[in-house]
């Protein structure tokens, strides 16, 4: 009777520890989508930030060649005027 009830014993162990092993990698494996997610999220935060930054310089370049084209046609008005004013004399 004592070799029945320790089987019995043995595998309602093994059932218990095959039920916990489940639930320990699904546990495992929701730990590795969360993370999988979070390095995501990291990933897209990084590539937005990049983004806005190359729009900032871009936005910054076209400024800086708006006012030297604004210097350059100021100073076309300015060389017209000193050729009228020495083609006048």
């Known amino acids: 009777m004592k070799k029945i009830a320790l ?14 092993g489940a ?20 990933e897209a935060v990084a590539d937005v930030n990049a983004a806005a930054g190359d729009a900032m310089n871009a936005a910054d370049a076209a400024l800086d060649n708006a006012g030297q084209a604004v210097e350059n046609a100021s100073e076309a008005v300015e060389n017209a005027a000193e050729a009228t004013e020495t083609n006048a004399q």
Do not use: H, K, P
Request: net charge negative.
């Open 7 to 20: 089987t019995i014993a043995a595998v309602a162990s093994l059932g218990l520890t095959a039920c916990g």
């Open 23 to 42: 639930d320990t990698t699904a546990e495992a494996n929701n730990t590795a989508e969360a993370t999988d997610l979070n390095m995501t999220t990291d």
